[in-house]
């Protein structure tokens, strides 16, 4: 190791990349509702941040905080480098919000709101006319341009929400449920230009009731329940957390499931489905050795389906507080949402 | 205002000048598009004017005390008071408007954005301020064409009559954008601000104070419209001005100071 001086660094941060975002301790409440309870984040630049959490759990709430709209009652938040209690210009400058919200202005023309940020933004003249017609034409709004946006449906009025945040290039885009309300080619069509606006170094920090899209999107993803992050990692350090995964095996013949099944002692019966479902981590190794045991004792299913748990199952293990639920049983219902295999 | 045009390195200053002037055009627009409640608040001034020249003239002017019954000269009375009551009038208009905005969601975008913070309001009061001068010229068109002449007025009394009402108007209106800011929506706006309106009306608009009961007169007298309105009527008429227009200078300075204030208050705080 080169014998270096120690530099006494202001920055709080670690070695890591630079933190985009990063929350100490954050604390807010309203009245006598605590609804953030001690919050701590930390983005890294260039990622894509996803905060899940129940209805009330305080998702916008830290939006809002984070994107200086409101104040916090305790702790720090950094966003773009910059205190968002004492330089929210700084922060200001380097963030787009689409809240969730609609935050069009209804009497004027998509255009228009489009042109009002272009100068709010100090843009010249010609250079807000070309992001206006380059952003309308990416989110499909041309035919809408020039009717009142309070004219539109609510999926449009969303898209220009959305068109309005990017003007100006924020380097840190904070999305509030940006899909809610669109249509799913819509909603595929933000999503890629979410993964465009990653490809080209933008942080995004994003809250989602689609588990699907957290999924699809989030490089790292935080669960809010009660004031709290219950838990935080990648998707698939999520869905490590909780069990759940389980083969299922499916009969059309009766007879055949009730051998089974007597054959099969360890197992959760459905006795309605004619299906059977044997825990398992989904792992190659243990199919095989499922399979060879399956053979040896002569059961043969119509239907084999890997289940691993995603992130719903996550959700709700992770948010149970309220529902008494036991976890650590196999569910007994039918599960939408099976990979086959 | 300066020029709208930014520096290469914007300041402070040119910030403010650029993001208010945007707001303004925003104000404008919908204003615009918009134009029914405008006109609405000419409504109740060309009203006034006409109910109590043709209706009433003749006894008030008779009963004002100049002698006879004179409807020329009680229109040149009150015209003063009814253009005062014009710019309350259309403040009201300003303050709906403001409470109206602050529900559209586009006022939480600004709060995130990197722009002057004022430029709202500020883009609000300039457009307020124009909408009175627009809705005083309108009114007093109609005054002049039913025969109202401003008999005294010299060219400087011209100019210090529209500087007066500009300052009322600024007033006025700094006023109602801090009731605009402190109500939750239209209606409680229009209600909140209804003062505006009514004050002008126990002024001596139509009737001197010393002509009114000797209880009310104090209420007349106090209050801000009555020494704007007297400073107004002896730019026009070349009625004796005295201690009023200091008066009405003081009164509009406090109020616009007083509302400035209490509507930054009522911004910067966290939005419900
Ligand atoms: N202005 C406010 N005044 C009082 N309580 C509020 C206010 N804003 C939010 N709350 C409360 O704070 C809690 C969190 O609200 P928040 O909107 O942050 O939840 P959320 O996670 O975004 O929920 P959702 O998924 O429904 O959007 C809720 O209980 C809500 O009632
Ligand atoms: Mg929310």
């Known amino acids: 190791m080169p014998s270096s001086v120690m530099l006494t660094s202001s920055r709080a941060s670690g070695p890591q990349s630079p933190a985009a975002v990063s929350t100490v301790g954050l604390r807010k409440s309203y009245g006598d509702k605590t609804v953030l309870d001690g919050i701590d984040l930390r983005i890294p630049a260039g990622s894509v941040f996803a905060l899940l959490g129940p209805n009330g759990a305080g998702k916008t709430t830290t939006v ?102 990017l003007v100006g290039n924020p380097r840190i885009i904070f999305l509030d449920e940006p899909t809610t309300g669109l249509d799913p080619r819509s909603r595929h069509n933000m ?48 869905k490590r957390l909780i069990p759940g995964g389980h083969i299922r095996l499916r009969f059309s013949d009766p007879s055949a499931y009730q051998s089974a099944a007597l054959a099969l002692r360890e197992v959760t019966r459905d006795d309605e489905a004619l299906a059977l479902q044997i825990p398992s981590d989904g792992s190659q190794r243990e199919l095989r050795s499922i399979l060879d045991w399956l053979d040896s004792a002569g059961i043969e299913a119509d239907e ?27 569910k007994q219902t039918n599960q939408p949402k099976e990979t086959a295999r | 205002m300066s020029s709208p045009l930014a520096p290469a390195r914007p300041t402070r200053i040119s910030l403010a000048v650029r993001d208010s002037s945007t707001m303004l055009r925003r104000n404008l627009l919908h204003a ?26 003749d006894v008030m002017s008779a009963g004002i005390g100049h002698g006879g019954a004179d409807r020329s000269e009680y229109l040149a009375y009150i015209v003063p008071g009814i253009l005062l009551l014009t710019i309350g009038g ?51 068109a109609v005054a002049v064409a039913i025969g109202f002449r401003a008999t005294h007025a010299t060219a400087v009394d011209w100019l210090l009559a529209v500087g007066l009402l500009a300052l009322v108007a600024l007033a006025l209106t700094w006023i109602a954008v801090g009731m605009g800011l402190s109500s939750p929506n239209a209606e409680a706006a229009s209600n909140n601000a209804l003062p505006l309106m009514v004050l002008p009306l126990l002024s001596s608009a139509f009737v001197p104070v010393h002509a009114m009961p000797g209880w009310f007169q104090p209420i007349a007298k106090y209050q801000p419209f009555t020494p704007a309105i007297e ?42």
Not at chain 1, 78 to 102: E, K, L, N
Not at chain 1, 126 to 132: A, D, I, L, N, Y
Not at chain 1, 194 to 212: A, C, H, K, N, P
Request: aromatic letters at 6%; glycine letters at 10%.
């Open chain 1, 304 to 330: 084999l389906t890997v289940h691993t748990p995603d992130l719903d199952d996550v959700f709700f293990a992770l948010t149970a507080a309220t529902v008494p639920n036991q976890p650590t049983q196999p």
């Open chain 1, 64 to 165: 809002q905080i984070l994107s200086t709209l409101i104040t916090a009652d305790g702790g720090q938040a950094q966003v773009a480098g910059h205190d968002v209690a004492t330089s929210p210009d700084g922060v200001r400058a380097a963030i787009g919000v689409t809240g969730q919200f609609s935050a069009v202005d209804g009497l004027i023309t998509g255009e228009e709101n489009m042109l009002l940020m272009a100068d709010l933004h100090h843009l010249s003249k010609r250079e807000g006319r070309r992001v206006t017609a380059e952003l309308l034409e990416r989110f499909d709004l041309v035919d809408a341009a020039r009717k009142p946006a309070q004219s539109y449906s609510g999926g449009m009025k969303r898209r220009l929400d959305i068109a309005m945040t």
């Open chain 2, 90 to 140: 259309t403040t009201i208009g300003s303050a709906v408007s403001v409470a109206t905005d602050m529900n559209e969601g586009i006022i939480a975008r600004f709060r995130m954005m990197a722009i002057h913070r004022g430029s709202v309001l500020i883009g609000h009061v300039i457009g307020s301020v124009l909408q009175c001068v627009m809705s005083v010229v309108l009114v007093g």
């Open chain 2, 231 to 272: 400073t107004l009527r002896g730019l026009l008429l070349g009625t004796g001005i005295g201690d009023n227009g200091w008066l009405a200078v003081g009164w509009c300075l406090g109020l616009a100071v007083l509302g400035y204030f209490w509507s930054k208050s009522l911004f910067t705080r966290d939005p419900k």
């Open chain 2, 32 to 57: 615009r598009r918009y134009p029914s409640m405008t006109l609405n608040l000419l409504l109740t001034p060309v009203m006034l004017l006409l109910l109590f020249v043709y209706i009433f003239g």
């Open chain 1, 191 to 238: 999503w890629q230009i979410i993964r465009e606006l990653v490809s080209d170094g933008v942080t995004v920090f994003l809250t989602t009731q689609y588990l699907e899209e957290a999924d699809e999107l989030a490089d790292r993803i935080a669960v809010l329940n009660n004031g709290k992050i219950a838990a935080e990692g990648t998707a698939d350090e999520l």
